[in-house]
């Protein structure tokens, strides 16, 4: 999903559109915190469900923050089922967050890593890979034309040339 903002910066783009002023949270698990929990459910096999997520879920605008800082956020109060276009993969109109105390109160769990420190791995490494991710469901994400205009409309004084 971070390839939503890397792309932007691997196409020289300035800005990026955020859908429901980018509050909206879905809650990310790094694969830290995920292979911590596996490690423990395996120490102590059981018949269970447990979640697993970073602390302190993070919304949209601070994943962009995490992932491409260089990236100037354009806010806007429409969401992204009444403006696909302008969609991203975190973009739901309630918060998603999970409830890891089962986890710790069975396990002992506690994550090993926060977002934005995970996170630059996968930001590292999508800067630099040449995997196309154009058969994937990411490719919705990049209607610069949709982004452009609204740059243009809503904040004139960026010029006529948003990217």
Same mark, same amino acid.
């Given at each position: 999903?971070?390839?939503?903002?890397?792309?932007?910066?691997?196409?020289?783009?300035?800005?990026?559109?955020?859908?429901?002023?980018?509050? @909206?949270?879905?809650? $990310? $698990?790094?694969?830290?915190?995920?292979?911590?929990?596996?490690?423990?459910?395996?120490?102590?096999?059981?018949?269970?469900?447990?979640?697993?997520?970073?602390?302190?879920?993070?919304?949209?605008?601070?994943?962009?923050?995490?992932?491409?800082? +260089?990236?100037?956020?354009?806010?806007?109060?429409?969401?992204?089922?009444?403006?696909?276009?302008? @969609?991203?993969?975190?973009?739901?109109?309630?918060?998603?967050?999970?409830?890891? *105390?089962?986890?710790?109160? +069975?396990?002992?769990?506690?994550?090993?890593?926060?977002?934005?420190?995970?996170?630059?791995? *996968?930001?590292?490494?999508?800067? $630099?890979?040449?995997?196309?991710?154009?058969? *994937?469901?990411? $490719?919705?994400?990049?209607?610069?034309?949709?982004?452009?205009?609204?740059?243009?409309?809503?904040?004139? +004084?960026?010029?006529?040339?948003? @990217?």
């Amino acid at each position: 999903r971070e390839w939503f903002f890397v792309k932007r910066l691997r196409d020289g783009r300035r800005n990026v559109v955020l859908v429901s002023r980018g509050e @909206s949270r879905f809650h $990310t $698990t790094s694969v830290d915190n995920l292979a911590e929990l596996i490690r423990l459910a395996l120490e102590n096999p059981a018949d269970r469900i447990l979640n697993s997520g970073d602390p302190n879920p993070p919304t949209v605008a601070d994943i962009g923050r995490a992932v491409a800082p +260089e990236l100037e956020q354009v806010p806007i109060d429409e969401d992204g089922y009444a403006r696909p276009d302008l @969609s991203n993969p975190w973009a739901v109109p309630y918060p998603i967050v999970v409830d890891t *105390t089962k986890a710790e109160r +069975e396990l002992g769990y506690r994550p090993v890593a926060d977002y934005r420190g995970a996170v630059q791995a *996968t930001r590292d490494w999508l800067l $630099t890979t040449d995997r196309d991710f154009s058969d *994937t469901y990411l $490719t919705r994400y990049f209607d610069y034309a949709a982004e452009d205009e609204v740059i243009r409309t809503a904040h004139p +004084e960026r010029g006529a040339h948003a @990217s």
